[in-house]
């Protein structure tokens, strides 16, 4: 099957395509085995094309953007894997709309409103991970989330079908939305607002600061791997649990940001869940508080995550 996938691809588009590529060589945390078939599209067209043709197959397809906030299994991920890294860019603005496509970097998007004296996205400075995932997940930092000035988004659905979803028929919460798993996310409109630049800048540098002061930024890891439970932090709790630092095979507990969990060098995925598995323990054991995952499980058995789900 996937040889004739493979085949219909490279008639219909001018993506590149991989057999068995490790997903370790995609992925933040440096971590995750092979995928059954890598594509990656060159435009939206080729996109559209690819999904049609997956669909056709009744092939399980998967999305990756910048490959940040999941937790790749060492066993791969079966089907198809379709990665935005080569497509999906661009950035640009109509007076006050900023038009961007969901390959796009996040950081990309809001160096690119900040030089343009706009305000709104600045607070997302340093969030990892391209629009489609953040739009996904609702991001947010330094109480703002990506949701806030969202006008739209372009996306295919489960049925094949190309829709400009308005942002009132979309539901987010805190680090959530209402996309179907099946939504492959295209691009996204906000408006923004004009402001002094100084502002601006102020509030970028601000959210630089904050990160580089209190994150590890130089070392391999998803982002944020906890959500933070409603008047309450997850760096916290993890901290007062006492399992900064606290390691297990190549993965750790980062000593600067107890809710950040980094690849030493060597991490297995098994080392990781291992590690997620005892800090949702220990939090739950000291202080009765189930800690949701911010970060995604992919291509694991249900059986080895059922307690974290």
């Known amino acids: 099957m996937i040889n004739n996938i493979i085949k219909k691809i490279e008639n219909n588009s001018s993506s590149l395509c991989l057999v068995d590529e490790p997903l370790k060589k995609h992925t933040t945390y440096g971590i995750g085995g092979p995928a059954d078939l890598m594509i990656f599209p060159k435009s939206k067209e080729d996109l559209i094309s690819v999904i049609e043709i997956i669909n056709e197959n009744k092939t399980n397809v998967t999305i990756l953007g910048s490959g940040s906030n999941i937790l790749v299994s060492d066993n791969g991920i079966r089907g198809a894997v379709i990665s935005l890294k080569k497509s999906l860019k661009e950035v640009r603005l109509n007076e006050n709309i900023l038009y961007a496509e969901c390959g796009a970097m996040l950081g990309k998007i809001v160096r690119f409103a900040v030089k343009n004296n706009l305000i709104g996205l600045e607070n997302l400075n340093g969030v990892p991970g391209t629009l489609g995932g953040a739009l996904i997940m609702n991001a947010g930092a330094w109480g703002g989330e990506i949701s806030e ?98 390691s297990i095979g190549g993965a750790k507990i980062s000593e600067k940001h107890a809710n950040f969990f980094i690849n030493e060098g060597n991490a297995s995925s098994n080392d990781m ?16 508080i189930d800690l949701s995952l911010e970060v995604k499980l992919i291509g694991f058995d249900n059986d080895e995550i059922e307690e974290l789900c």
């Open 273 to 288: 869940l291992k590690l997620i598995k005892k800090a949702h323990r220990e939090v739950k054991k000291q202080f009765d």
């Open 149 to 246: 000035n969202l006008i739209n988004v372009e996306l295919i659905n489960s049925k094949n079908e190309l829709k400009k979803v308005p942002k009132k028929d979309i539901n987010f919460s805190y680090r959530n939305s209402s996309f179907n798993n099946n939504d492959v996310l295209l691009s996204a409109e906000f408006n923004l607002k004009k402001a002094k630049k100084d502002l601006i800048k102020e509030n970028f540098s601000k959210a630089q600061i904050g990160r580089t002061s209190s994150q590890p930024l130089d070392k391999r890891s998803a982002g944020s791997l906890f959500k933070n439970p409603k008047n309450n932090s997850a760096g916290k709790l993890l901290d007062d649990a006492g399992l900064k630092g606290y």
